[in-house]
């Protein structure tokens, strides 16, 4: 008999049997350790142990935050992937987290706001997942989630997401010919039953943390001396992005306060100028006031990274633009003097040619190897 069908028939007599063991709610139990004559939970046979693994990072990016309650391992990463492209993952097995993340648009999904399952549209726009494992400030646009690992939690049971409960989940898991092979080299596990949501989760945030993007234009003209600029990517670069040349009280698009080099986004949490509200408390999304439970917070997003911005429009949090042009235009305007907003934002006098200068640079952190790089593609095509 194929094991699924034998792990479902043995849940379906426990679920029946009450004297018999664990609630089948509880996953981080066995399935029936105590049941005589129950032909529960056989061990997993295979590699137990896994091989460590070091991130390659060039010289010239941050130095990466590294999890200790979550070591890199080859087996981990390769587990993470699966499970990162696998339908298995959502309700009746029919959505993935890359269906929102797409490795051709930089892990984004080119929607204003991200849609779940059914079409259910979400509050937000899908973020991308470059370079997390430099992001010391919390996972979200508000930071909600203090840990990656913790964030993939969320996602599989949000009802505007994958909308499944994280019992079918594991019971799918559990169930398949491979994954349990896979976790027992992951994590040196025995049985199927030691399947846990934190080591699904765990060997997710694993396989993100390799998603480094550090090979653009940019990088190459900057860091590596192997290209060079065009004239107007030059002038959007001096003149218009980098601060250190600018006279003091000169306005400028200072976009390197906050989306500074080599990252392009220091992921603090700033109110960049976007509504226009009477009072603190009127801003729609409150953003990382609701995490940190500071008003003064209400409105202030994560400042992301502009790395390949030019695959991962719309735009912000909720995706209100549509192009860098208008993001360009939004800054030049200089917000709306809202209390909280940063000081950063002055607005600018902008013509034509420095717009078009400064989409010209934005447009050369693309990294095109990303796209394609089969590390991070979807194993199961
Ligand atoms: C329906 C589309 C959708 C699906 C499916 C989805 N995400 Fe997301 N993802 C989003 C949205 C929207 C955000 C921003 C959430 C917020 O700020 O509240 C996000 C944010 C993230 C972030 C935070 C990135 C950062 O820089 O802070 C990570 C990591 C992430 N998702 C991973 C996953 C994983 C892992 C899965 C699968 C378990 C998944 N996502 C499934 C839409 C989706
Ligand atoms: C005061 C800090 C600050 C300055 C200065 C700043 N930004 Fe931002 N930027 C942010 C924050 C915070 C967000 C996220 C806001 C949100 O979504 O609500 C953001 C978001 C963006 C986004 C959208 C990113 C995405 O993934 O959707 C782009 C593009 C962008 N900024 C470009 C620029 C450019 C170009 C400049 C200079 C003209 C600039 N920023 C200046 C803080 C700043």
Same mark, same amino acid.
């Given at each position: 008999?194929?094991?699924?069908?034998?792990?479902?028939?043995?849940?379906?007599?426990?679920?029946?049997?009450?004297? &018999?063991?664990?609630?089948?709610?509880?996953?981080?139990?066995?399935? !029936?350790?105590? !049941?005589?004559?129950?032909?529960?939970?056989?061990?997993?046979?295979?590699?137990?142990?896994?091989? %460590?693994?070091?991130?390659?990072?060039?010289?010239?990016?941050?130095?990466?935050?590294? %999890?200790?309650?979550?070591?890199?391992?080859?087996?981990?990463?390769?587990?993470?992937?699966?499970?990162?492209?696998?339908?298995?993952?959502?309700?009746?097995?029919?959505?993935? &987290?890359?269906? &929102? #993340?797409?490795?051709?648009?930089?892990?984004? %999904?080119?929607?204003?706001?991200?849609?779940?399952?059914?079409?259910?549209?979400?509050?937000?726009?899908?973020?991308?997942?470059?370079?997390?494992?430099?992001?010391?400030?919390?996972?979200?646009?508000?930071?909600?989630?203090?840990? @990656?690992?913790?964030?993939?939690?969320?996602?599989?049971?949000?009802?505007?997401?994958?909308?499944?409960?994280?019992?079918?989940?594991?019971?799918?898991?559990?169930?398949?010919? %491979?994954?349990?092979?896979?976790?027992?080299?992951?994590?040196?596990?025995?049985?199927?039953?030691?399947?846990?949501?934190?080591?699904?989760?765990?060997?997710?945030?694993?396989?993100?943390?390799?998603?480094?993007?550090?090979?653009? #234009?940019?990088?190459?003209?900057?860091?590596?001396?192997?290209?060079?600029?065009?004239?107007?990517?030059? @002038?959007?670069?001096?003149?218009?992005?980098?601060?250190?040349?600018?006279?003091?009280?000169?306005? #400028?698009?200072? !976009?390197?306060?906050?989306?500074?080099?080599?990252?392009?986004?220091?992921?603090?949490?700033?109110?960049?100028?976007?509504?226009?509200?009477?009072?603190?408390?009127?801003?729609?999304?409150?953003?990382?006031?609701?995490?940190?439970?500071?008003?003064?917070?209400?409105?202030?997003?994560?400042?992301?990274?502009?790395?390949?911005?030019?695959?991962?429009?719309?735009?912000?949090?909720?995706?209100?633009?549509?192009?860098?042009?208008?993001?360009?235009?939004?800054?030049?305007?200089?917000?709306?003097?809202?209390?909280?907003?940063?000081?950063?934002?002055?607005?600018?006098?902008?013509?034509?040619?420095?717009?078009?200068?400064?989409?010209?640079?934005?447009?050369?952190?693309?990294?095109?190897?990303?796209?394609?790089?089969?590390?991070?593609?979807?194993?199961?095509?």
């Amino acid at each position: 008999m194929p094991y699924r069908i034998l792990f479902l028939l043995v849940s379906l007599s426990l679920a029946s049997l009450s004297a &018999c063991g664990p609630d089948p709610e509880d996953d981080a139990q066995p399935v !029936c350790p105590e !049941c005589p004559g129950e032909p529960t939970d056989p061990l997993i046979t295979g590699p137990s142990v896994a091989t %460590d693994y070091e991130l390659e990072i060039a010289e010239y990016m941050p130095r990466p935050i590294l %999890d200790e309650d979550n070591p890199l391992t080859r087996e981990g990463i390769e587990l993470g992937r699966r499970l990162f492209y696998d339908k298995i993952m959502g309700r009746d097995s029919a959505f993935a &987290c890359a269906d &929102c #993340h797409r490795q051709e648009r930089a892990f984004t %999904d080119g929607r204003t706001l991200a849609v779940g399952v059914d079409g259910r549209e979400g509050r937000r726009n899908a973020m991308s997942l470059v370079n997390l494992v430099f992001n010391g400030s919390g996972f979200n646009w508000d930071g909600s989630s203090v840990k @990656l690992w913790e964030q993939a939690v969320h996602p599989v049971e949000n009802m505007f997401e994958m909308d499944e409960d994280w019992a079918n989940v594991l019971e799918r898991i559990r169930g398949s010919d %491979d994954y349990p092979q896979r976790f027992r080299a992951t994590y040196g596990i025995d049985r199927r039953s030691e399947i846990t949501q934190e080591l699904v989760v765990k060997a997710i945030a694993q396989f993100e943390s390799t998603i480094i993007s550090a090979d653009s #234009h940019f990088d190459r003209v900057f860091f590596k001396n192997t290209e060079f600029f065009t004239e107007e990517e030059q @002038l959007g670069a001096d003149s218009l992005f980098f601060v250190e040349n600018v006279p003091v009280g000169a306005l #400028h698009p200072g !976009c390197g306060h906050c989306h500074n080099a080599p990252s392009f986004g220091d992921n603090r949490f700033k109110n960049n100028g976007l509504d226009d509200v009477a009072s603190l408390d009127d801003f729609r999304d409150k953003g990382f006031g609701a995490v940190s439970g500071s008003k003064f917070d209400n409105g202030k997003f994560r400042t992301p990274t502009l790395r390949n911005i030019a695959l991962t429009a719309p735009y912000m949090h909720d995706g209100r633009f549509t192009t860098l042009a208008e993001v360009v235009e939004h800054y030049a305007d200089g917000g709306h003097g809202v209390e909280n907003e940063d000081p950063n934002i002055t607005g600018f006098p902008l013509t034509e040619r420095k717009k078009r200068a400064l989409v010209a640079f934005l447009n050369s952190l693309t990294d095109e190897g990303l796209l394609t790089d089969p590390r991070f593609s979807d194993p199961f095509e």
